[in-house]
């Protein structure tokens, strides 16, 4: 097909993701072609430095062969098993067996999925079957955090904590619940150390409301994703690990996003040795290459729901959970993180990933920059010093989003002005630079609109 009878036909059929449908049929879809390393090639032949892995997945970068090798293999030795009826396959016990291996030691049972949306609803449905089993069907009810993501399945959209995820869609239940994002730029907390507190005290506060006997779980992600980046202090997340074990309530890390090297460790839980009740992965678990996500599961969580009722069995499943080729993916991938060195140069680019975003604060527009490994957010405002934004009516994101495009450059640009960044582990010192280099020229351009300049607090120069 031409490139305007692909436009043409995705105007007509084909629905997208989190958009607005009547703003993309005005629009039109951008037809991406190919890709390699850390580039994308659009069907115009423009060539873009991709800085957030596709969708924050893409970890070791597009064109491994070595990926396309084994894939190619098990499609043509086993391209499908069910996992249904005691069937199995090789590369998903293997990759089974690794996850445990390399995650932390609390997680020693693994259920595979398409994706993290499927991950967490399957999280939820065993915690549900969990409580049931073990006598204490009053526990329903999950707390997560505002600005949280968890994906957009029919339960899982609820723990999110978006609104475009809940209007129109009779979410949160009544059953589930949302505490202050750990947000520093947002708030005005004396130190990190209190900061930790108030999340703890929230906590401890929201259970005490709903009572002990009613709360199953507390979910959250170690860094909060598509709510724009939020990086909590450290020892957070182990202050909220503990509280949830005194609160006789089960903690799930959802590391879709964090998992497999994107912080840091292979997963942000082992930064401060968390050892989570549960564990919802997927993304950088094939990077991208194949539909697969996972829950990884404690071995008292595993024998409550299997000694629940010995005779029955467990009426959840898939059709494609432990796909082969998917998990032969998943194991090739996890051979280039360790062996083939890619979680050592994500580790490595980190500090120039930091100092980039760092540097940018003296930029007009920019008041804040967090990040943690190769994971890292600005945020835009009008004025540095009350830290207020800008008018939605400016359109601020959209503009960003356009002008890094025609400087060929590929990000997140959030709708409350948040700019988000996950380059490929594999990034090398040449892409960084490329990256921050076109990142400031995209700012500049848009500081030169005179409607954004004249929303600043404080005008600066009109650069070049």
């Known amino acids: 097909m031409s490139i305007k009878s692909l436009i043409e036909a995705d105007r007509k059929h084909l629905i ?32 873009l430095l991709d800085c957030f892995s596709g969708l924050w997945c893409v970890n070791v970068g597009y064109g491994q062969e070595s990926i396309v090798k084994v894939a190619t293999e098990q499609m043509s030795r086993l391209p499908y098993a069910t996992s249904y009826f005691h069937f199995g396959s090789a590369p998903a016990i293997e990759l089974a067996q690794k996850l445990v291996e390399v995650s932390p030691e609390s997680l020693q049972h693994v259920y595979f999925t398409l994706g993290g949306s499927d991950a967490v609803d399957s999280a939820i449905r065993f915690i549900t079957h969990y409580f049931n089993a073990t006598g204490r069907p009053a526990k329903k009810h999950i707390i997560a955090l505002h600005r949280g993501y968890h994906g957009s399945s029919s339960v899982g959209a609820g723990l999110t904590a978006l609104p475009a995820f809940h209007r129109n869609f009779d979410l949160p239940l009544p059953t589930q619940h949302h505490l202050p994002s750990p947000y520093a730029y947002r708030n005005d907390f004396p130190d990190d150390a209190a900061l930790i507190a108030a999340s703890v005290a929230a906590l401890e506060a929201k259970v005490a409301e709903i009572g002990a006997d009613n709360v199953a779980a507390f979910f959250c992600e170690p860094i909060q994703g598509s709510g724009g980046v939020i990086v909590p202090p450290a020892g957070w997340l182990k202050a909220m690990r503990e509280a949830c074990r005194k609160l006789d309530i ?31 992965v997927a993304k950088g678990l094939t990077s991208g290459y194949a539909p697969m996500g996972a829950v990884l599961m404690s071995d008292a969580v595993y024998q409550g729901i299997a000694d629940g009722d010995a005779s029955a069995i467990v009426g959840h499943g898939h059709t494609y959970s432990a796909h082969p080729v998917s998990a032969a993916i998943g194991l090739e991938v996890l051979r280039l993180y360790h062996e083939g060195g890619v979680l050592a140069n994500g580790v490595a680019h980190g500090p120039r990933f930091a100092a980039g975003l760092d540097a940018l604060l003296d930029h007009p527009l920019v008041g804040d920059s967090r990040h943690r490994g190769l994971l890292g957010a600005l945020e835009l405002v009008s004025d540095k010093t009350t830290r207020q934004g800008f008018d939605a009516s400016l359109k601020l994101s959209e503009r960003i989003a356009a002008a890094a495009y025609k400087n060929r450059l590929v990000f997140r640009a959030f709708g409350d002005n948040i700019l988000g960044f996950a380059p490929a582990l594999s990034f090398t010192d040449s892409d960084f630079d490329q990256m921050f280099e076109r990142l400031a020229k995209t700012l500049d351009d848009v500081l030169n609109e005179a409607d954004v300049r004249a929303a600043l607090k404080t005008q600066p120069a009109v650069t070049a």
Request: glycine share 10%.
């Open 16 to 47: 997208h993701p989190v958009i607005n449908y009547r703003a993309h049929e005005a629009r039109g879809v951008t037809v991406l072609e190919s890709a390699k390393g850390a580039y994308l090639r659009d069907a115009d032949g423009n060539e």
């Open 250 to 280: 089960l903690f799930v890390a959802d590391e879709v996003i964090t998992g497999f090297g994107r912080t840091g460790p292979l997963f942000a839980c082992q930064a401060e040795d968390v050892q989570p009740d549960l564990m919802t």
